[in-house]
């Protein structure tokens, strides 16, 4: 659904035998029903009459709105936006069917509401998805096209009214994280790339190095069977690599490739696990639960933010040790090759620039490699005193790994050029990666700029 994929719902009796329910439990209800007949958060205690009761929902989306720009982009909101709807199917958030059929047409017709993707501070996400969803009323922008258009305007264009929240509906519309799930889909997949391109990396370096490959044995890993798996990946793709009788064993920063990036695929399963379980449990506060209204921290999206800030911690140490194997690349007594790997040492630079491209890449990462998603304040005057920055690890994990990407980018321009100077044909399951690196960046035969090379491989990335 973020790439674009229209939304197909079946059979809403059950969302509105449900909804049924919910309101009669609403009416017969002899006490206060947070966020539907009270304030909200610190507010809690202020009772509602029915006349603002009937304005309450809405202005749940129009006052708590205070973030701004950068917003987010156009498939992170659409994942965003599917993953409420999910939640406003679950019976426990009790939403109508009207509003549920609501938001599937806005992702069947584009509607692409600006959400802010920093600066949000509350417990949950009340910030970023007031933003979202002041738009279903007509309120704030959405963005088309990358512009910033008024919401009551593109649900014109779409022949569709504002919509009129009923009870509790406004209040669903701001729990929960999917703000938080949606990053986890989404930076999981951007990882799971990265990952895999850090694993040919790996294998390559190996294979134009020619290094020992006993080390890549899968019984080294022990009762480890991700590790096990990753050492017999890369033997597998290294089979009938031509190693060196001159070289006793490689850097540690070839031998220990497998270990991190079995850390990381360890980390990615975590997440992907983690997701499932938040996506299918009630984050409504209050819940609609056996009949009755039951307060919940389901909005607090810790076990999906630390997940993701330990993925970019691994993340970061395939980064290091990527730059240390492209590091020794450019030195002959590890490569027998030219210096720099220059076609001609001293009077050309050879790509000793595209490492210091790839160290720059690193320092970057490594400013970002604190857990986001701690630091807790107050902020509703002793009512919200603890949040989980989950938004913000799924930010931070965003840009490391576009980070590790065009570090990649430079220790596979480091590779091929390697390859090309030593002129093996190289292992034959890695002969194809060889094939498409070299067309897209040429050889470096003379000096040229390089920034334009890593941009051409980094959108390559991108078609594979």
């Known amino acids: 659904m973020a790439r674009g994929q229209r939304v197909e719902l079946g059979p809403l009796d059950d969302v509105a035998a449900n909804r049924r329910a919910m309101l009669a439990a609403l009416e017969a209800a002899d006490k206060p029903v947070y966020g539907v007949n009270t304030g909200m958060g610190r507010l809690a205690g202020v009772a509602l009459d029915a006349e603002q009761q009937a304005a309450h929902q809405r202005n749940l989306l129009i006052g708590r709105a205070v973030g701004g720009a950068p917003w987010l982009p156009e498939p992170d909101v659409r994942a965003l936006l599917a993953v409420k709807l999910q939640g406003l199917l679950a019976p426990t958030t009790a939403a109508g069917p009207e509003l549920v059929k609501f938001l599937a047409d806005r992702l069947n017709d584009n509607f692409v509401p600006a959400v802010p993707r920093s600066a949000l501070g509350s417990a949950g996400e009340i910030i970023p998805l007031s933003h979202a969803f002041q738009t279903f009323v007509g309120i704030g922008t959405v963005l088309e096209d990358g512009v910033e258009k008024p919401a009551a305007e593109a649900l014109k264009r779409r022949k569709a009214k504002p919509f009129a929240l009923g009870p509790k509906e406004g209040a669903s519309l701001i729990q929960g994280s999917p703000l938080a799930l949606a990053h986890a889909y989404m930076r999981g997949a951007d990882a799971a790339q990265a990952l895999e391109l850090q694993t040919l990396a790996a294998a390559m370096a190996v294979d134009v190095l020619g290094a020992p490959r006993s080390i890549y044995h899968p019984a080294l890993a022990g009762p480890d069977t991700v590790l096990a798996a990753v050492l017999d990946d890369i033997r597998s793709r290294t089979t009938d690599s031509a190693t060196r009788s001159d070289l006793v064993q490689a850097p540690v920063s070839f031998r220990v490739a497998p270990q991190a990036i079995a850390h990381a695929q360890r980390t990615l399963d975590d997440l992907t696990a983690a997701r499932g379980l938040l996506l ?185």
């Open 280 to 464: 299918a449990a009630p984050t409504d506060s209050p819940s609609f639960l056996d009949g009755r209204f039951t307060s919940t921290a389901g909005y607090h999206a810790v076990t999906i933010g630390l997940r993701l800030d330990a993925v970019t911690a691994a993340l970061t140490h395939l980064a290091e040790i990527s730059v240390q194997r492209l590091h020794r690349f450019m030195d002959t007594q590890f490569t027998g090759l030219n210096a720099q790997l220059a076609v001609d040492p001293g009077p050309q630079a050879g790509l000793s620039p595209i490492h210091k491209r790839a160290a720059g890449e690193l320092h970057e990462i490594r400013r970002l490699a604190a857990p986001a998603t701690l630091g807790s304040l107050d902020t509703s005057a002793g009512q919200e005193d603890v949040q989980a920055h989950a938004w913000a690890a799924g930010e931070q994990l965003r840009q490391v790994t576009d980070h590790l990407l065009s570090i990649t980018a430079c220790e596979l321009i480091g590779i091929a050029q390697a390859h090309h100077l030593r002129g093996l044909p190289g292992a034959p399951r890695l002969r194809g990666a060889y094939a498409w690196i070299a067309e897209t960046v040429p050889p470096v035969l003379v000096d040229r700029p390089l920034g334009p090379d890593i941009a051409r491989l980094r959108a390559k990335f991108a078609e594979e």
